[in-house]
């Protein structure tokens, strides 16, 4: 771990607990249709675990699947997905969750719980696809931690990704299971 990595990861532990939405210009409150209730917190377990490849009839099947390979620190952030502006759950490290929708246009957001790490960056991702009956799709979040020669840049996306690719990760990630926190 370097020193920065380290400092920063003492530093953030050191400050009171603030929720990152209160401090991130780019939260569930700048108006991302996929969000939901940027107060939600969730506790996450992953497990080796089975899924289903086809949708069940008159449904699409959709995959959300958290790639923290380029997040170069500790912790990992807890990363809520958000369908049509509720939370659907959460994942977090390399692992994934899938769920049904209806045929039509959805709204998808990928938004950490909290921050992580102190730094520059986006926090909140937000993308929006059409849903076909027995279609399954897989969307890609990125957490990604670098340092660059002057500052240390964060950033969250989330993006569509080839079936085989997607097919590839989720059988060598884990199954999240999320529970929202009351």
């Known amino acids: 771990m370097t020193r920065k990595v380290l400092l920063a990861f003492v530093f953030c532990f050191s400050l009171p607990l603030i929720p990152a939405n209160a401090q991130d210009v780019n939260t569930v409150a700048t108006g991302a ?24 009839a008159g449904k699409a099947l959709v995959y959300i699947i958290e790639n923290d390979s380029n997040f ?7 990363t809520r997905d958000g369908l049509d502006g509720k939370w659907v759950g959460a994942t977090h490290g390399n692992s994934y969750l899938y769920f049904l929708v209806d045929p039509g246009v959805h ?7 909290k921050a992580v790490l102190i730094g520059k960056g986006r926090r909140t991702a937000a993308a929006h696809f059409t849903a076909n009956a027995g279609g399954v799709y897989y969307f890609e979040v990125k957490n990604e931690f670098f340092e660059s020669s002057s500052s240390e840049v964060i950033d969250v996306t989330l993006a569509p990704i080839d079936s085989d690719e997607g097919q590839i ?7 999240s299971n999320s529970s929202e926190k009351k």
């Open 107 to 113: 709204h998808l957001c990928a938004s950490w719980q």
């Open 33 to 56: 249709p996929g969000c939901g209730n940027p107060e939600a917190n969730f506790s996450v377990d992953t497990v080796k675990g089975a899924h289903p490849s086809q949708p069940d």
């Open 169 to 175: 990760l989720v059988s060598s990630f884990s199954l």
């Open 72 to 78: 170069n620190s500790v912790p990992k952030p807890t």
